[in-house]
């Protein structure tokens, strides 16, 4: 299944500023999917990167505060705009395992505190 | 939206017991996987189940794909410490890509 290397893998930032994580597949995957777990929390889905097209958003996640970019087919990023404290979360980048096994490969994740 | 229960929401059990955990949901579900997440990692899949009945196997891991297909369990049989971790549920819907996970089961293993 495709390797997943997510940086950073934490890191701590002032309010205010923002932060990109980079997300690098081994492989050439069709969609890339960036979630957010909050302390003690499940997986939320922020929004599906596909590449050569505008990322799709859940409900309650905008592109102003969380722009993502897909440029190619093993790369993508997303920018953790003008963080504050409530930011702090765990996020995680996933892809589809591969195109025989079904289910979806997770990076190892960057930790985030905002202070 | 689609909601997942999980429970419990944690157990403490003996190493060497058995252990139970499920997931029901508020509609039918495709596909169900089951994931562990170790502190500091991302959750790796454990086991994928597609579809109803299906009865799976992974060492001492098995999991159900419930015939109602709003439910799933999974079972761990004689525990051992590096069982230790929280376990998802997560679901998808028929004709959406969309996974939901549910809140997860910590599970603690006293040696």
Redesign the interface.
């Known amino acids: 299944s495709a390797v997943i290397s997510q940086k950073p893998s934490r890191d701590i930032c002032q309010r205010g500023t923002s932060l990109t994580i980079q997300c690098q597949v081994d492989s050439q995957v069709t969609m890339m999917f960036w979630y957010r777990q909050q302390p003690g929390q499940s997986l939320t889905l922020i929004a599906t990167a596909n590449q050569g097209s505008e990322a799709t958003y859940e409900s309650g996640f905008v592109i102003d505060k969380f722009p993502i970019s897909r440029p190619n087919l093993t790369f993508s990023t997303l920018t953790v705009s003008n963080m504050s404290p409530e930011d702090s979360s765990i996020y995680l980048c996933s892809v589809e395992m591969d195109s025989v096994n079904y289910g979806y490969t997770f990076g190892s994740g960057t930790r985030l505190t905002v202070v | 939206?689609q909601q997942l229960n999980q429970s419990p929401q944690s157990m403490f059990i003996q190493e060497g017991e058995d252990v139970s955990m499920n997931c029901t949901s508020s509609s039918i579900f495709n596909?169900w996987?089951w994931?562990k997440q170790d502190p500091?990692?991302?959750?790796?899949?454990l086991i994928?189940l597609?579809k109803a009945g299906e009865l799976t196997s992974n060492g001492r891991l098995t999991a159900q794909f419930g015939i109602t297909r709003k439910d799933s369990f999974l079972n761990i049989s004689a525990s051992i410490p590096s069982d230790v971790g929280i376990y998802?549920c997560a679901g998808q819907a028929r004709g959406y890509?969309?996974?939901t996970?549910?809140?997860?089961t910590k599970l603690q293993v006293i040696p």
């Open positions: 939206g596909t996987l994931y500091g990692e991302g959750p790796v899949l994928a597609y998802f890509q969309k996974v996970f549910g809140i997860g």
